[in-house]
Nanobody, 120 residues
Framework: QVQLVESGGGLVQPGGSLRLSCTASGSIFSINAMGWYRQAPGKGRELVAAITSGDVTNYPDSVKGRFTISRDNAENTVYLQMNSLKPEDTAVYYC??????????????WGQGTQVTISL
């Protein structure tokens, strides 16, 4: 019932920047928490950034000060601005959205993933 479409990944040199976007569509009544996760080859999926409906944000130390999460509630979209990128940021990035659909059922959905590669 809820689909997430991501965009913005790509190849960038160390020190560069990228901005990821994720838009939710479908029978959405409300969206609560939104977040970004990443998974590098051979590793588990880890939280990169999260934002609540009250715009409270949370970041792991590995990205704090470099990544910024934001949301546009009118567009059901969450963004991830990534600056000062490092090779260790290379991974597939997934958005994750939690909310309620119009029937009253809660949902939690994942995006399809977008590749971010940091390399010379």
């Amino acid at each position: 019932q809820v689909q997430l479409v991501e965009s913005g990944g790509g190849l960038v040199q160390p020190g560069g920047s990228l901005r990821l976007s994720c838009t939710a569509s479908g029978s959405i009544f409300s969206i609560n928490a939104m977040g970004w996760y990443r998974q590098a080859p051979g590793k588990g999926r880890e939280l990169v950034a999260a934002i609540t409906s009250g715009d409270v944000t949370n970041y792991p130390d590995s990205v704090k000060g470099r990544f910024t999460i934001s949301r546009d509630n009118a567009e059901n979209t969450v963004y991830l601005q990534m600056n000062s990128l490092k090779p260790e940021d290379t991974a597939v990035y997934y958005c994750n959205v939690h909310g309620t659909v119009r029937s009253g059922t809660r949902f939690g959905s994942w995006g399809q993933g977008t590749q971010v590669t940091i390399s010379l």
